[in-house]
């Protein structure tokens, strides 16, 4: 079964950086894209950025310039590092993939279980 692992949330001052890492593990046969969405408290769930397997990235408007993320396609890892970092990018931020199993042998959704950053101002 597909899983998905985070690690490197926390609390960082304003203008702090944090560098969050996804691995993916269980029966996959291939990933197609990979990225973090984010849930701030009150808020839906809002993609900040993902990555494509041809390495085409999307970021939303508000962190554009300040996160970059990144992929190793031999790992099945993503990681997002976030500079500049604002009271507003506080969240839970989860990792997303969608990916193909051998289960089921077509594409398919999975979520880590969230890990939580803090800015503090």
């Known amino acids: 079964q597909v899983q998905l692992v985070e690690s490197g949330g926390g609390l960082v001052q304003t203008g702090g950086s944090l560098r969050l890492s996804c691995t993916a593990s269980?029966?996959?046969?291939?990933?197609?894209?990979m990225g973090w969405f984010r849930q701030a408290p009150g808020k839906q769930r809002e993609l900040a950025a993902q990555?494509?397997?041809?390495?085409?990235?999307t970021y939303a408007d508000s962190v554009k310039g300040r996160f970059t993320i990144s992929r190793d396609n031999a790992k099945n890892a993503v990681y997002l590092q976030m500079n500049s970092l604002k009271p507003e990018d506080t969240a839970v931020y989860y990792c997303?993939?969608?990916?193909?199993?051998?289960?089921?042998?077509?594409?398919?959704?999975?979520w880590g279980q969230g890990t939580q950053v803090t800015v503090s101002s």
């Open positions: 990555i494509t397997s041809g390495g085409t990235t």
């Open positions: 997303w993939s969608i990916v193909v199993s051998y289960t089921t042998l077509r594409p398919g959704d999975y």
């Open positions: 269980g029966g996959i046969v291939s990933i197609v894209t």
